[in-house]
């Protein structure tokens, strides 16, 4: 007796003169005027657009609390906190003089120019930090960084920090 023959297995021309499947139905029914049509799922671009603070949100809290929250490589945590010591604490602009260079904030993190720059590109991708061009004053276009904090991001920090608002620390150190 001999054994049954193993199946064949298709090369990749077989796959190639392979006929292609017949379209079928689609899966959901178009919405019509007797089913809702469900919301699409917000843009990307929207989710890292800048998210605008409340008139008592302090920037450089909500910045911090999304810097430790995000799910960053750790290089590109430090860097962004690195820049947000660098910047104003109400705005998260850098002024263009005080503009670090690649070489400051390499030996400021302790990071190599080229972690430096991959945590920068990380940042900016993920829309932490942008590029902003002066329009007018003495630094007439200059290209200046402004961080921010994401739209997606914020609503996150906006709940981690409302959960945290009865934990407020130690009060004030009062003298008697």
């Known amino acids: 007796m001999t054994a049954p023959a193993a199946p064949r297995i298709p ?23 007797e089913t809702s049509a469900t919301p699409a799922p917000a843009r990307v671009d929207d989710a890292l657009a800048p998210g605008a603070l409340k008139a008592k949100e302090h920037f450089r809290k909500y910045y911090m609390h999304g810097m430790r929250v995000s799910r960053m490589h750790a290089h590109a945590r430090l860097v962004g906190h ?5 910047t104003n604490h ?5 002024s263009p003089g005080r503009r670090p260079s690649l070489e400051d904030l390499a030996e400021a993190t302790g990071l190599t120019d080229g972690q430096v720059q991959v945590a920068l590109q990380v940042l900016h991708t993920r829309g932490w930090f942008r590029y902003h061009v002066l329009r007018e004053g003495p630094h007439e276009g200059q290209t200046v960084i402004a961080l921010t904090i994401p739209a997606a991001a914020l609503e996150t920090i ?4 409302g959960s945290n608002a009865g934990d407020a620390g130690p009060g004030p150190v009062t003298s008697t």
Request: aromatic residues 2%; hydrophobic residues 30%.
């Open 158 to 161: 906006r709940t981690l920090v």
């Open 11 to 33: 090369t990749p021309g077989d796959l190639a003169r392979r006929q292609p499947p017949k379209p079928t139905a689609p899966a959901h029914p178009a919405p019509g005027p």
């Open 82 to 86: 690195d820049l947000l010591w660098r």
């Open 90 to 94: 109400a705005t998260g602009r850098i």
